[in-house]
């Protein structure tokens, strides 16, 4: 069994999704508990501490914000949702009351005005993807941190920018894959890293929804640049390169088919991609917004294999079994995973997990299988 202690450091508790607090805080049941997060937060920012509180300034108040990252906050202990920005004020006003961010002006529409407040430490940045790079650069120029949604860019010289700024200015910059947090994934990284399943030879995943029409802003080229890929489907590769790329080295060849149209979109609606890794394996993944079919990985080694049932997607559950048995793990929100680690990076002075560089490699990857 993998505790919430052996993923995280101590001073940081991800409490489990399912049942009571391992440390007895109160879990808020809902976003839209107000009061109940408003005094969370004065709680914890008003307590003794033995390592300081992250305030954390959410950019943008989508799905992904509302349902994933701002939970996520309240869950850690050391992070409060301090500010908001959207392009509209009175939606980054609602969103800030909805979920108590703690600053006193805690709605924004000016980038410059969110970021000129000296109190906050930290950005995630949730917005569009072909946002990201504009809005992470001046968040660096204005010494704040950066966690950033997948992809974090539409290009590798945007990427590239990104990393740069956020070195430069002497702030972390961590990349959003949650599935990284998932307590199976991360029992089943250490048994193929410690060679539990010999060499491995193959790797799938697939993580697939269906859309109804091209209303996404993922299916047009103003904000965004690719639409299952972007969607799902750099999860699924970010997850794959994270099992094999520490025993079968880099991705050295990438082939893929790419299904347009279908809804009216010029982006990707399926994709369908094969890597091969330096030690000669192989991994294929398929990402739609054709579909609905079950989330699934599988990993095949020379001495074993692993199959997980709907652990990629967006929750902690999810079944993995293997040539030995069910791999044993507890429910934890991974979303609470992500911004532990980045808190700690920040108070530590050290990387996020999925770094920048990391995510520029994805990017790298993502314009080869979709140029």
């Not at 193929?192 to 029409?213: C, M, P, Q, Y």
């Not at 997850?239 to 990438?254: A, D, F, K, S, Y």
Request: glycine share 10%; charged share 20%; with cysteine.
């Amino acid at each position: 069994m993998v505790t919430v202690a052996q993923l995280v450091e101590p001073r940081i508790v991800i409490p489990v999704v399912v049942g009571s607090n391992p440390i007895g805080h109160p879990i808020l049941d809902t976003v839209h508990n107000s009061a109940g997060s408003f005094l969370a937060c004065q709680n914890r920012l008003a307590g003794r501490r033995s390592n300081p509180m992250i305030r954390l300034g959410m950019m943008g108040t989508g799905n992904i914000s509302r349902d994933a990252l701002t939970p996520a906050i309240a869950e850690v202990d050391d992070a409060v949702l301090w500010s908001v920005f959207s392009r509209e004020r009175d939606r980054a006003d609602a969103f800030a009351a909805v979920n108590g961010a703690a600053a006193a002006t805690a709605g924004h529409d000016d980038l410059q005005s969110f970021l000129a407040d000296p109190e906050l430490d930290a950005v995630i940045i949730a917005t569009p993807d072909r946002l990201h790079a504009e809005q992470a650069i001046a968040a660096a120029g204005a010494g704040k941190h950066v966690l950033v949604e997948k992809p974090m860019a539409t290009s590798v010289d945007e990427a590239d920018a990104m990393v740069a700024a956020c070195r430069a200015a002497g702030v972390q910059l961590g990349v959003a894959y949650h599935m990284r947090w998932h307590l199976g994934h991360r029992a089943l990284a250490r048994q193929i890293h410690e060679g539990v399943f010999g060499d491995i030879w193959h790797a799938n995943a697939r993580w697939t929804s269906k859309a109804l029409d091209t209303t996404n802003w993922r299916a047009s080229d103003e904000v965004g640049r690719w639409w299952s890929l972007a969607g799902v489907g750099t999860h699924s590769l970010d997850w794959l390169r994270w099992m094999l790329v520490p025993v079968c080295g880099e991705v050295t060849e990438v082939n893929s088919t790419i299904t347009r149209d279908k809804l009216g979109s010029a982006h990707d609606e399926l994709a369908a991609v094969s890597l091969t890794f330096e030690s000669g394996a192989s991994a294929q993944f398929v990402s739609s917004v054709l579909f609905v079919a079950p989330n699934r990985g599988e990993i095949l080694g020379s001495n074993g294999y692993a199959y997980c049932e709907a652990t990629i997607g967006r929750g902690g559950d999810g079944r993995i079994d293997t040539n030995t048995g069910t791999l044993e793990f507890e429910v934890v929100n991974p979303y609470a995973g992500e911004i532990a680690d980045f808190v700690a990076a920040i108070q530590k002075g050290r990387a996020p997990e999925v770094s920048g560089e990391e995510g520029r490699r994805n990017v790298e990857l993502l314009c080869q299988i979709c140029p």
